[in-house]
């Protein structure tokens, strides 16, 4: 087990099965719920979006939704160490599942980083946790799209990351669900090559109209963070 400082005081634990990854904060800063808002992520892993939102007061309340009961233990000893218990509620529970969130439960933003391997596709490995995070194995894009339809407010916003490959499955399920895409940036990792993630912000039941950021470059001809990225890690970032 490690304990990650995640800066502001606040610390976070992983372990070598549950860590985050520069998707994750990338994820996190493109959400930025507003103070008021009740979030939901689903699939939160060791925590580490629902911990970085409480450090930065962007939402009134996180709840954080996740199928392996051993991210949830990590989750709650990081919500312990750092006074959070009232910020921050952990599920331990399937998406897939109708009880998984109260019915009566609404959320102003629903937040997923969801397994990037469509099921069927690539090798899947022989560890539950990492086949969980990275494949389609315990539940599909579809599935995670339908829950966020039924838990959201209308006007809601459900922000997602995925692989390039991916987008044109992420926009017709989010369209089936009454999600509407509204804001797309694509996130390449050197200067040189084309972008491999995207990140989009969807509305529920929002009009017809999306909005293409500028593409966020991780790293500069140097192989070190642009400036851009220093100022999305801020707090944590070491240099």
Not at 23 to 48: H, M, Q, R, Y
Not at 206 to 217: F, Q
């Amino acid at each position: 087990m490690h304990i990650e400082d995640m800066g502001k005081g606040i610390k976070l634990f992983t372990c070598d099965e549950y860590k985050f990854t520069t998707d994750t904060i990338i994820l996190a800063n493109f959400a930025s719920p507003l103070p008021k808002d009740n979030v939901l992520e689903i699939g939160t892993g060791c925590g580490a979006i629902p911990i970085i939102l409480a450090r930065d007061n962007k939402a009134k309340h996180i709840t954080a939704l996740e199928i392996q009961s051993e991210a949830c233990e990590l989750l709650k000893k990081s919500i312990k160490i750092n006074n959070l218990e009232d910020k921050i509620t952990v599920i331990n529970k399937d998406v897939r599942d109708e009880d998984a969130i109260p019915l009566n439960k609404k959320y102003d933003m629903v937040i997923c980083n969801p397994p990037y391997k469509k099921s069927g596709c690539g090798e899947v490995s022989e560890l539950y946790c990492r086949a969980t995070a990275r494949n389609e194995t315990q539940c599909t894009l579809e599935d995670i799209i339908k829950k966020a339809s039924k838990v959201l407010n209308q006007g809601g916003d459900l922000c997602m990351c995925n692989r390039v490959e991916r987008l044109c499955d992420m926009i017709g399920i989010m369209r089936l669900y009454k999600i509407e895409p509204k804001v797309l940036q694509l996130v390449q990792y050197n200067i040189h090559k084309e972008p491999k993630l995207f990140l989009t912000r969807g509305k529920k039941f929002g009009k017809v109209g999306l909005r293409c950021n500028p593409t966020l470059t991780i790293n500069n001809e140097k192989g070190e963070y642009t400036e851009e990225m220093k100022s999305i890690y801020k707090y944590y970032y070491k240099g």
